[in-house]
């Protein structure tokens, strides 16, 4: 057990719908990372938050957006849902910024999302 | 543009065996090397880590990575495959020139038979 939980475990909508992810990161971690695995894609790195301020931007839609509460949980909020959306999405955290440093990340067990 | 190779998608081995799961990447500068497993239907967990120094790295449940600056490869490596070893591998690098992106590769796919 990483001590990263997400929930819900599984999420099953329809196209155009809007849906939200959460994570709660380890005790003591100030950053989270969310990241999108699809068979096509691979892991694709969305965003990351430090100490409740955005802090990298990867491969993120503008249907996606994300933000980091005072109490260090975070959520992804994603939008006007299409098929290709679906995948699992991941929740990572680490104690620093990660910018450039030596940081593990520890991974959630992942929220599968189905738009069917 | 960095990027991470696994070259093989699938990598096949006999408990017991030796096992050897390569990765290659193209980033500049002295980048941070990391290895991930992902058991099914959950989230990766970190095996090891290269930050500096010796070259062979050792990280949980018996495996090491062995770095290489002139080949920029970052194999990955166990003495004695088991059965449970069987999972997907991700080889993982973040540029350690400011970047803040980890970049992983498509992963590989261990199967060790009994």
């Known amino acids: 057990d990483s001590g990263v939980t997400q929930t819900p475990k599984h999420l099953i909508t329809a196209t155009g719908q809007r849906v939200t992810l959460r994570c709660s990161p380890r005790s003591g971690d100030l950053s989270v990372y969310w990241y999108q695995q699809s068979l096509d894609q691979g892991l694709q790195f969305l965003i990351q938050y430090y100490n409740g301020e955005e802090r990298a931007k990867g491969n993120i839609l503008e249907r996606f957006s994300a933000q980091q509460f005072p109490d260090l949980h975070s959520e992804l909020n994603l939008s006007s849902l299409e098929l290709g959306d679906s995948a699992l999405y991941f929740c990572a955290s680490s104690v620093g910024k990660g910018t450039g440093g030596p940081d593990t990340q520890y991974f959630g067990p992942g929220t599968r999302l189905t738009v069917l | ?114």
């Open chain 2, 1 to 114: 543009a960095q990027s991470v190779a696994q070259p093989e998608d699938q990598v096949n081995v006999a408990e017991g065996n030796p096992l050897t799961v390569k990765c290659t990447y193209s980033v500049s500068g002295n980048p941070y090397l990391f290895w991930y497993v992902q058991y099914p239907n959950r989230g990766l967990q970190f095996l090891l880590k290269y930050i500096t120094g010796d070259n062979l790295v050792k990280g949980s449940y018996g495996f090491e990575a062995e770095f290489n600056k002139s080949q920029t490869s970052f194999h990955l490596k166990k003495p004695s495959a088991l059965v449970s070893d069987s999972a997907l591998y991700f080889c993982a690098v973040r540029d350690r020139t400011g970047g803040f992106k980890t970049i992983f590769g498509a992963g590989t796919r261990l199967f060790v038979k009994a």
